[in-house]
């Protein structure tokens, strides 16, 4: 899940946002808070609150230039951000602003939906190579990283995630549909029996009928995927056609070596 926050104090121009993020996520979860006045915003910062990106509206006129809250431009510039910073203003001479916070982006307003939307895809593309599911377990929220997942197996009703950092997790979900979430994200995964989904970079060892992941599980590849994993495993991943960041680097390293 991306975590989103939108800070504008045009109520119109938040609504007119998120639509357009929303419309280029490719189906990525994604969590958007907006704030139409600074009293909120910096309390949700104060309160610890973590965004992966922030859109926020700077200059002469804004909610974000110095106001009686006694804050303003010097709160975005001084702050340590994690998350990206996209800022936003009626003015080209703010654009100036980007370059001294080093933000990840400038956008004019008002908005042009093909720019927006250029931004946003270029943000997105980012999040590609640190991928995580969401998965619910008594109520809350877990975030995986798709990286440090070695396989995936399903236990009667039960889905486990085997990770190699941090402790496995036992949730209640549908096999399917989290391999279509995966899918969508990081083409590393590969269906190889009913009951388990892998991740390719985690692979040690492969021949016709099973694999050998790095934690040393051993799992068989059932009949109806055997040309399946052979081509995604052999004729794609050890080539490198794959494009999958860090994941795999030890195998493909390997392949090269033989």
Not at 54 to 68: P, Y
Request: proline share 1%; with cysteine.
């Amino acid at each position: 899940m991306i975590k989103i926050g939108i800070c504008d104090e045009s109520s119109c121009d938040c609504e007119s946002l998120e639509a357009i993020i929303r419309s280029n996520s490719e189906g990525r979860v994604i969590l958007i808070k907006k704030y139409n006045n600074m009293a909120a915003f910096k309390w949700a910062i104060e309160d610890e609150e973590e965004f992966d990106a922030l859109f926020v509206c700077v200059g002469s006129g804004c909610i974000f230039t110095n106001n009686v809250y006694g804050v303003g431009d010097e709160f975005i510039r001084d702050k340590d951000w994690s998350a990206r910073i996209i800022l936003m203003s009626e003015t080209l001479e703010d654009c100036v602003n980007a370059f001294e916070i080093d933000a990840f982006g400038f956008i004019c307003k008002p908005f042009d939906r093909k720019k927006v939307g250029a931004v946003c895809r270029k943000l997105f593309r980012i999040f590609h190579n640190e991928d995580i599911i969401a998965v619910h377990k008594r109520g809350m929220v877990i975030n995986v990283k798709l990286d440090d997942v070695v396989y995936i197996k399903r236990n009667g009703r039960k889905i486990c995630i085997i990770r190699k950092v941090g402790e496995n997790l036992s949730v209640y979900d549908n096999i399917e549909e989290i391999e279509y979430k995966i899918s969508k994200m990081n083409p590393a995964f590969c269906r190889l029996h009913n009951s388990h989904i892998v991740n390719m970079g985690k692979i040690r060892t492969y021949n016709r009928d099973v694999v050998e992941m790095e934690n040393g599980d051993v799992l068989n590849i059932s009949r109806r995927y055997v040309e399946i994993v052979k081509k995604r495993y052999r004729d794609e991943f050890l080539k490198g056609r794959v494009s999958i960041g860090k994941v795999g680097k030890g195998a493909y390293d390997r392949k090269k070596q033989e």
